[in-house]
Structure formats: structure tokens, C-alpha cells
């Protein structure tokens, strides 16, 4: 499995997509302990305040830009997937998951224990649960690539993504975790901790991935997880799609692309042994099995601006998109 590399320019530092090897499937260090970004509540109290609308979130899932120049210092080290470049916008179609503070705290143990055995404690393993202020930090599960826009494709690009989006009939629906895994990108700059996922009710992680694939299909853009299928002359022929260049793929030939769907929850530089990896996967997958994430909309992230398309309690499969 492979993680996408999101471009830093646009996108907040820590919302980003990784395009990871994980075995087995197709398709800077900081001063402070990593035990001091674990989520701490104030002496113990419980929060009584209502929790802040989604929509808020969105207003403010962006830094703000401190250089125009490709600079790995100003980003903890990380360097860009792609170059930045004056009216071009990274683009990225993800599901969002804020995890509950009893969830962080089983989360961020789980770092701490593998940044002790890996690194022996030398706090070389970043986590994603936080920012460098200790500000909560959404997690992601990616269904695209990071896909550099033009500023006229900005629009349509949203519009055709909805169009594939209320084709695939996907209701809300909880995703649990399968497993812990480590894995490298592609260019073995930087090893991720993920959370591998368990195929949901409605296949409904291969049906939004579908949807987002199809929508990059129709702009030339990447597709993510897939792997390429050969068509004839004649169905090239007879399926052009929603932009007229390509074909669109038939519904019922949703590959299924489960051990790759992931959460990144830490990084490092470099990569980690296969026997550390091994043992990193049956050791610690009990901490996080009762893990379940509720998924009641996907989001759109074009530059800086994010949108969420919720999904319809009341869809109907009258398609047969959505496979059991």
C-alpha cells in the first residue's frame, strides 16, 4: 500500500495525505517529550461545553503562508510533493475524523510505546494528534491524491465530484480498525504509524474512493489505490465521460481496495526494518481494535477552501453502486 505525499504550500501542515508502502499490500526531531503532546485535561475536569459545528473547522484548516519558496525548514523537515506554482491549487477529497479525547489519550499512548521501542525514546517519531502549540488536530483518511488545480478547474472539478457523489447512493457509516501498520512513501524519505481499516457496511469507503477516481479521471488528474484496467477500442468508444474525454468506469467493477484505506497518526525521517514493522503489527493492535470512526460526510479541500458534503440518512441504493 502506498500513502500521497500532499503538498505543503496551500494545505495546513498537518492535514495531509501520505502515500505509503505498506508490506504485503498492492496498489526534523523536536526538543519537547513526546509525552508532553499527549491531550491533557485540566486537572481532571470534564469539559461542559457544547463541542464547536463542523463547519468551524473548516474556516480555519489552513496555516497561513510564511514563505512562497520550497523551504523543508519551515515544515518540520518534510519537503514537497510538488513544487509550488503561482495559479495552481493542491487539492485533496478526504473523510475527516476528530477523534474523542479518550480516543487521543489511547492514541497518543500508542505512539509514546512505539516512539520508546523504535527510538528508544528519543522523540524522533512526530505525532499527528496535535500541533506544535498542543492544538487538537483533525486526522484523515484519503480518497485522492494530492491533485494540483487550475484556477478554472476549481469549480468544476467540485461539481463533478457532487455528481459522482450522489451517484454512489453512500449513506452514514462506521469504519472500524483491522491493525497497526508502519510503513515508508515512495520516495523512503519518511516512515508513517497508520491505523489500517476494516471494510465498512455499504462498501462504502470503495464507493467514495470510486467516485473520487472518477472525478480525477475526467480532469487528467491521478488516480489513488486502483490499478489500471485495459479497455478496448470499442468501450472507449461507447463511454465518453461527464467532460467527454474518458470513460467513465461501470459501477458494478468497483475494485476493492481495503488494506490500503489508512490513518496516519505518526511520522518519522527515514524507514523502519521489516522485523520492527512485523513486530510493530502484532504487538500493538490490541490497543486500538474497539477503535470506530463515524463517517457522516466527505470533505473537498481546493487551496484553502474546504468543503463538506454530508451524506443523506436517506439514500437509496436504486443503482447497485453499493456492494454488501
Known sequence: MSLVEYSDSEASENEETHEIEVKGFHGGSKSASQKDLKRKSCGGLTNDLPPLPDAFHDLYASNSRVSTQDDPTLHGGRQ??????????????????????AESSKLATLIDKVSEEVFDGD?????????????????????????????????????????????????????????????????????????????????????LLWASNET?????????????????????????????????????????????????????????????????????????????????????KIGNTVTSLPFSANAIDTAGIIGA
Request: contains cysteine; hydrophobic residues 35%; proline residues 6%.
Open 80 to 101: 514537497r510533493g510538488a513544487p509550488h506554482v503561482d495559479g495552481q491549487w493542491p487539492s485533496h477529497i478526504y473523510i475527516e475524523w476528530y477523534p474523542t479525547s
Open 123 to 207: 522523540p524522533k517519531l512526530q505525532s499527528l494528534l496535535q500541533s506544535d502549540l498542543g492544538a487538537e488536530l483533525p486526522l484523515h483518511i484519503s480518497l485522492s491524491r494530492s491533485l494540483m488545480l487550475s484556477t478554472n478547474e476549481r469549480q468544476p472539478f467540485l461539481d463533478t465530484f457532487k455528481h459522482f457523489l450522489d451517484m454512489s447512493t453512500v449513506r452514514p457509516f462506521e469504519v472500524g480498525v483491522s491493525g497497526v501498520h508502519w510503513g515508508t512513501n515512495y520516495e523512503k524519505i519518511r516512515s508513517f504509524l497508520v491505523l489500517q481499516l476494516v471494510r465498512p457496511d455499504q462498501n462504502a469507503l470503495n464507493t
Open 216 to 300: 480525477a479521471k475526467a480532469f487528467d488528474k491521478p488516480t489513488i489505490y486502483v490499478k489500471p484496467r485495459m479497455e478496448s477500442a470499442e468501450a472507449r468508444q461507447r463511454g465518453r465521460g461527464i467532460r467527454g474525454r474518458y470513460t467513465v468506469s461501470r459501477v458494478n467493477d468497483i475494485q476493492d481496495c481495503t488494506p490500503c484505506f489508512h490513518v496516519s497518526i505518526a511520522w518519522s525521517h527515514g524507514s523502519v526494518s521489516n522485523d520492527v514493522s512485523a513486530g510493530i503489527r502484532s504487538k500493538y493492535f490490541p490497543d486500538v481494535k474497539e477503535l470506530s470512526i463515524s463517517v457522516k460526510a466527505v470533505k473537498v
